[in-house]
């Protein structure tokens, strides 16, 4: 079982950038799709971003497409979500999330993940 740690959240003024960084051990990544999660306060768990095993393909909610970035690194076991024009409607706890996954090109389906970080708070004033 893969185990994922978050690092990377904070506070930031609306129309700047963060970096997310998802660090994993237990297992490679590399047997994983990977995502990128948000919830805020009374609402369910929203997919921002997923990516393939290999790295080729992505998938992004219409809501960050064009600001969002999601990426791998199979050899350092990580996975970043690159955040660029933040708005306030972005601040949301964020979770990285694994998905075991046969195909190396399909990023994976909400329903999909099986395995979580703690999450990271993003902050986006206004």
């Known amino acids: 079982q893969v185990q994922l740690v978050e690092s990377g959240g904070g506070l930031v003024q609306a129309g700047g950038s963060l970096r997310l960084s998802c660090a994993a051990s237990g297992r490679t990544l590399s047997v994983y799709s990977m995502g990128w999660f948000r919830q805020t306060p009374g609402k369910e768990r929203q997919l921002v971003a997923s990516i393939a095993r290999s790295g080729t393909n992505t998938d992004y909610t219409d809501s960050v497409k064009g600001r969002f970035t999601v990426s791998r690194d199979n050899a350092e076991n990580t996975v970043f979500l690159q955040m660029n024009s933040l708005k306030p409607e972005d601040t949301a706890v964020y979770y990285c999330?694994?998905?075991?996954?046969?195909?190396?090109?399909?990023?994976?389906?909400?329903?999909?993940?099986?395995?979580w970080g703690q999450g990271t708070q993003v902050t986006v004033s206004s």
């Open positions: 999330a694994a998905a075991p996954s046969l195909s190396a090109w399909r990023p994976a389906a909400e329903y999909e993940f099986r395995y």
